[in-house]
């Protein structure tokens, strides 16, 4: 990860991508952004047009949020597996306006690198649920 840590959620409210400099946010070396090369992950909600089947723009999109994020859900009730009861979710984007988000980065590699993070961070939340549950 760069030296400038990503918080999370990246993106949240009015904001539709990241990083706003068209610099990779991983690596700080790479261009990004138009008119440069660039791996790009996107989450978008749209309203469809099921028998022309096509996405359509229409004014109430920018009603809608849209969240991404990684959850852990641990067992609960008469289910099996570890982390009973916990629930652990990690926003990349949360409530962001208008049903669509982007993140740029210069390379496949530097994209691995922020998913590879961001399911760190995951387990990081994981672990701190399990030490607040178990009784010392």
């Known amino acids: 990860m760069p030296k400038n840590k990503i918080s999370f959620p990246v993106i949240k409210g ?3 991508h990241f990083p706003d400099k068209p610099l990779c946010p991983i690596c700080e070396k790479n261009k990004v952004l138009e008119p440069h090369s660039m791996a790009i992950l996107t989450a978008c909600a749209s309203l469809m047009d099921r ?3 096509c ?3 229409d004014s109430r999109i920018d009603a809608l949020e849209l ?3 990684l ?4 067992a609960h009730d008469a289910g099996q597996g570890d982390d009973r009861d916990m629930y652990e979710t990690l926003y990349i984007f949360k409530d ?3 049903g669509q988000g982007e993140l740029y980065f210069c390379s496949t590699q530097c994209l691995r690198t ?3 993070a961001c399911v760190d961070k995951l387990e990081d939340k994981i672990k701190r649920a399990r030490k607040k549950q178990k009784p010392e």
Not at 71 to 74: I, L, N, Q, R, S
């Open 14 to 16: 009015k904001t539709t």
């Open 51 to 53: 028998k022309k089947k």
């Open 55 to 57: 996405s359509i723009h």
């Open 67 to 69: 969240g991404f994020d």
């Open 71 to 74: 959850t852990w859900h641990g």
């Open 96 to 98: 962001t306006q208008g």
């Open 114 to 116: 922020f998913l590879n």
